[in-house]
């Protein structure tokens, strides 16, 4: 969408005049290393194309007014001056946590007009929750004249899922949003929050996400139920050796000492995650070292251990991933995202990704009789101001 076409969308909406200001914040997809960032371990995600635009400009009377191109008809209202809670519209909560925490550190702001229009789909894995809650810090900071640390304002956007949205999720999600690099993937370190950045050879692969539209809720406590066995597992290997605070302490040689003393579901959860972190480093060689072969091999592992281990894929998943890896120029695919359903990820040679999106598509219609949404994508910079 050109900057032209947002404005004049933002125009029918709130009428001319004024400066407009266009931000841009990015979805994102883990390449690998999953469920080990609340174990205080490694994961390594990129900004995505699909992205969501937030066209912007100042109110001189402290009040907030967000209309979303997704829901027509419901706008987000509130005001600088007052307390501002959780509220209505639901998708609200994610302009107002950030907004709140924002006043709540004391950064001066301004009102503002916002119309807030994506591509990035809502709900798919692909974060477009971290992408809201960034983007509308960058657009309150852009109005206001304010700027903050990358760190801090990911720690914040963190707070405000958290806090407004109810999902006690990790750091990656808003510290890929916020700090992605143009063609390179982040090797995060989730204790320390220390990065690097990995080229990504746009002449030697491509990322393909494979969004397999469905969504099992189960009972909805399986994201709860995994952490309370990470932290069981803590517990015990703790005993052994103050030392280890988290799982990611936890050496291979000591998993499989510990074997013994934990319940078989317990030692599988924590054998995920011992080995997730292992090949997310592995992972982030191969792919400096150009070693694709062995970088795919990596993800298929890494998918087998969250099928197998950790218990988080479904047949759809596992049908996606099967298929992308009996398909030619195929390095490696896998699950991305929390599991029960969602997308998956591939890393294809750039051309055979016209056919990897044909015969995946078609495969999987015969199959479930779903359409799968499949795109490819390099990897962006982070969140950033436009015009
Ligand atoms: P994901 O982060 O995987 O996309 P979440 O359930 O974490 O899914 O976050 C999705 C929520 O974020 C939506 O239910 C909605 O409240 C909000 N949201 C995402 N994109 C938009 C948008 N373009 N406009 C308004 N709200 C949005
Ligand atoms: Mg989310």
Same mark, same amino acid.
């Given at each position: 969408?050109?900057l032209?076409?947002?404005? /004049?969308e933002?125009?029918?909406?709130f009428? =001319?005049g004024?400066?407009? *200001?266009?931000?841009?914040?990015?979805?994102?997809?883990n390449l690998?290393g999953? *469920?080990t960032?609340?174990?205080?371990?490694?994961?390594?995600?990129?900004?995505?194309?699909?992205q969501?635009?937030?066209v912007?400009?100042?109110?001189?009377?402290?009040?907030v007014?967000?209309?979303s191109?997704?829901?027509?008809?419901? /706008?987000?209202e509130?005001s600088?001056?007052?307390?501002?809670t959780?509220?209505?519209?639901?998708?609200?909560?994610?302009?107002r946590?950030p907004?709140?925490?924002?006043l709540a550190k004391?950064v001066?702001?301004?009102?503002?007009?916002?119309?807030?229009i994506?591509?990035?789909p809502?709900?798919?894995?692909?974060s477009?929750s971290?992408?809201m809650e960034?983007g509308?810090?960058?657009?309150?900071?852009?109005?206001?004249?304010? =700027?903050m640390?990358?760190?801090?304002?990911?720690q914040?956007?963190?707070?405000? +899922? *958290?806090?407004?949205?109810?999902?006690?999720?990790?750091?990656?999600d808003q510290?890929i949003?916020? =700090?992605?690099?143009?063609?390179?993937?982040?090797?995060?370190d989730?204790?320390?929050?220390?990065?690097?950045?990995?080229?990504?050879d746009?002449d030697?692969?491509?990322?393909?996400?494979?969004?397999?539209m469905v969504? *099992?809720?189960?009972?909805?406590g399986?994201?709860?139920e995994?952490r309370q066995q990470c932290e069981?597992a803590?517990r015990?290997?703790?005993k052994?050796?103050?030392?280890?605070?988290?799982?990611r302490?936890?050496?291979?040689?000591?998993?499989?000492?510990?074997r013994?003393?934990l319940?078989?579901?317990?030692?599988?959860r924590a054998?995920?995650v011992?080995?997730?972190?292992?090949?997310?480093?592995?992972?982030?060689?191969?792919?400096?070292?150009r070693?694709?072969e062995?970088?795919g091999?990596l993800?298929?592992?890494s998918?087998e251990?969250?099928?197998?281990?950790y218990?988080?894929?479904?047949?759809?998943?596992?049908f996606?991933?099967q /298929?992308?890896?009996?398909?030619?120029g195929?390095?490696?695919?896998?699950?991305?995202?929390?599991?029960?359903?969602?997308?998956?990820v591939?890393?294809?040679q750039p051309?055979f990704?016209? =056919?990897?999106?044909q015969?995946?598509?078609?495969?999987?219609q015969?199959?479930?009789?779903?359409e799968?949404?499949?795109?490819?994508?390099h990897?962006?910079?982070?969140a950033?101001?436009? +015009?």
């Open positions: 969408m050109t032209a076409k947002l404005k /004049t933002f125009t029918r909406e009428g =001319s004024g400066r407009l *200001h266009v931000i841009r914040a990015p979805g994102r997809v690998i999953e *469920h960032d609340y174990n205080e371990g490694f994961v390594f995600p990129m900004a995505i194309e699909p969501i635009f937030f912007c400009r100042p109110r001189t009377d402290g009040k007014v967000v209309k191109s997704l829901f027509p008809g419901s /706008t987000a509130m600088l001056s007052g307390r501002i959780k509220g209505e519209p639901k998708w609200s909560n994610y302009v946590g907004i709140a925490l924002l004391g001066p702001l301004v009102g503002m007009d916002c119309l807030i994506n591509t990035l809502m709900g798919g894995g692909l477009s971290a992408a960034v509308t810090v960058r657009a309150m900071l852009t109005l206001a004249g304010e =700027s640390d990358e760190s801090a304002l990911a914040l956007c963190q707070k405000a +899922e *958290h806090d407004f949205a109810d999902v006690p999720c990790g750091i990656m510290t949003v916020v =700090s992605g690099k143009a063609d390179h993937a982040m090797l995060l989730c204790r320390d929050l220390s990065r690097r950045f990995v080229p990504l746009k030697e692969l491509t990322v393909v996400v494979t969004n397999s969504k *099992h809720e189960l009972s909805g399986e994201y709860a995994r069981e803590v015990y290997f703790g052994t050796d103050p030392a280890i605070r988290a799982l302490d936890v050496t291979r040689e000591q998993l499989e000492t510990g013994t003393g319940s078989d579901v317990v030692f599988r054998r995920h011992v080995g997730e972190n292992e090949r997310c480093l592995k992972f982030a060689e191969c792919l400096t070292s070693r694709y062995q970088a091999q993800m298929l592992q998918h251990s969250l099928r197998d281990d218990e988080v894929s479904v047949p759809e998943i596992d996606l991933v /298929t992308a890896m009996n398909l030619k195929v390095y490696g695919s896998r699950m991305t995202g929390g599991g029960f359903g969602g997308c998956t591939s890393l294809v051309r990704v016209e =056919s990897f999106v015969e995946i598509r078609q495969a999987y015969s199959r479930f009789r779903i799968a949404v499949v795109f490819a994508t990897a962006t910079d982070g950033g101001v436009l +015009e």
